[in-house]
């Protein structure tokens, strides 16, 4: 069934759209150089061809059924009555991107996005699972993840499913809101890495016999600020490129989504540089790179819809809960997430997608003049909700059944001799390569 046509946009604002797109590998790009730098030396070219396959298989499983079930607004898909209501539950587009006219459309530029948003969610678990998470098992949880997890959600919020109904169906706001991907790229891929991080366990060494968690300092802080750079631009087009095919903002409006993306990010960067400053005497590197990352997450929802001091204040609050989210995590709940992917990407999401109902303006469905819609802060704690809720246990359950066949974590002489050498029988600096000694600890 087609439920209604989609948005038409101008053929101006769809080549600047398109040139958006083109800059979101630069967000992947700075993704793994991030991952790559706060994991070991011993693991930087696993990390680095494990980010390589990631983003092919997702690409490959995207464009063979995973955009079958994302769809989009006004495409075909399953609905099911409920109530007296319509609601959108799945996407029905042939697969392979048959029928899909590549010329442009809103529907084709959606397609491309989301082929490039589902490599992005694949790169943000291997953060969690550095170390010790084994090649293949990266590739198979990333197809599970490409052609399940992904989809269905991004269906929910971007292809007119029932998320995005709730405006139409029950009067909430405009509907779910999201428009840079806060949940359905950046919360989809924190909780996967959630759940990658709970399945595999804590590295060798992390935690003494009595539970205290050891410092694993990265090896290249160069790498990972480098990649925060890299990570900022690919925002720029991701938020841009969002902002314009699933809200119907004018091409003009990304300056005013650019500003934002920046003033979050680096508002968010400073904040975990000052709480860190205060409370261990120094700043540390890592944890103001995790709080950047979490404001470019949190700033996604929101971008279109909050002036540049509102903006600041998303990234200010986006810097606090990751800098303190990553000792809880660490401390409280004993996950090792060496690249702090669960805090910057599914907290610092889970965040930016609240934001929009406790900070931003949305304008109200059917008008460009921007007020408080009623209801919209409900409609973003349900698509929260959502994602705990379903995409969560989704992706711990998928990923635990792979775990039960094939063991995705690598075995213990591989975590020793490191896993360049052990799954690629290379190592990334082989003239300058050392093992700690650090299996004395649990």
């Known amino acids: 069934m087609t439920p209604g046509s989609g948005p038409a946009i101008s053929e101006t604002t769809a080549a600047l759209c398109l040139m958006f797109i083109f800059l979101a590998p630069f967000a992947g790009a700075g993704l ?68 899909l006219a590549l010329n442009g459309s809103p529907a084709s530029l959606a397609a491309l996005l989301g082929m490039m948003s589902v490599g992005l969610a694949a790169l943000i678990p291997l953060g969690s699972g550095a170390d010790r998470w084994r090649l293949r098992a990266t590739c198979a949880s990333t197809a599970l993840l490409a052609g399940v997890t992904y989809p269905i959600f991004a269906h929910w919020a971007w292809g007119g499913g029932w998320l995005a109904q709730l405006g139409e169906n029950y009067g909430l706001g405009r509907g779910f809101v999201d428009a840079g991907g806060s949940g359905t790229i950046q919360a989809v891929g924190g909780l996967t890495a959630l759940s990658i991080a709970w399945i595999l366990g804590p590295r060798r060494g992390k935690y003494t016999m009595e539970g205290i968690p050891t410092a694993i300092p990265g090896h290249n802080s160069s790498f990972v600020v480098l990649g925060c750079m890299l990570a900022m631009v690919g925002w720029w087009g991701l ?46 590197v890592s944890l103001t790179a995790n709080g950047w990352v979490g404001g470019l997450a ?11 001091p509102e903006a600041a204040a998303i990234g200010m609050l986006a810097g606090a809960l990751v800098t ?66 379903f995409v969560l246990p989704l992706t711990y359950g998928l ?15 591989g975590e020793r001799q490191g896993m360049d050498l052990h799954e690629l029988g290379a190592g990334a600096y082989p003239e300058f390569m050392t093992h700690g000694d650090d299996f004395s600890q649990r």
């Open 399 to 413: 990923n635990w059944l792979l775990n039960r066949f094939r063991p995705q974590r690598v075995a213990a002489e």
């Open 324 to 389: 303190l989210s990553v000792e809880w995590f660490e401390l409280r709940m004993s996950v090792d997430d060496p690249g702090g992917a669960i805090s910057a990407h599914a907290m610092g999401g889970l965040w930016g997608v609240l934001a929009v109902g406790v900070i931003a303006r949305v304008p109200a469905v059917g008008t460009n003049a921007m007020g408080e819609p009623p209801g919209q802060l409900l409609a973003q704690i349900i698509g929260m909700a959502t994602l705990i809720g």
């Open 32 to 99: 793994a150089l991030i991952n790559t730098g706060l994991g070991r030396a011993r693991s930087a070219a696993h990390l680095m061809m494990s980010s390589l396959c990631a983003v092919s298989i997702a690409a490959v499983v995207y464009f063979v059924w995973g955009f079958t079930w994302q769809g989009f607004e006004g495409g075909p898909a399953h609905i099911l009555n409920v109530g007296g209501k319509a609601w959108n539950w799945i996407g029905a587009q042939p697969l392979f991107l048959r029928h």
């Open 239 to 284: 938020n841009s490129a969002g902002a314009i095919l699933f809200t119907g903002a004018g091409a003009g409006e990304a300056v005013a989504v650019a500003i934002n993306t920046t003033l979050c990010a680096a508002a968010s960067a400073l904040m975990a540089a000052v709480i860190t400053g205060v409370r261990f005497g120094k700043p540390d």
């Open 298 to 308: 949190a700033s996604s929802a929101a971008c279109v819809f909050v002036r540049p």
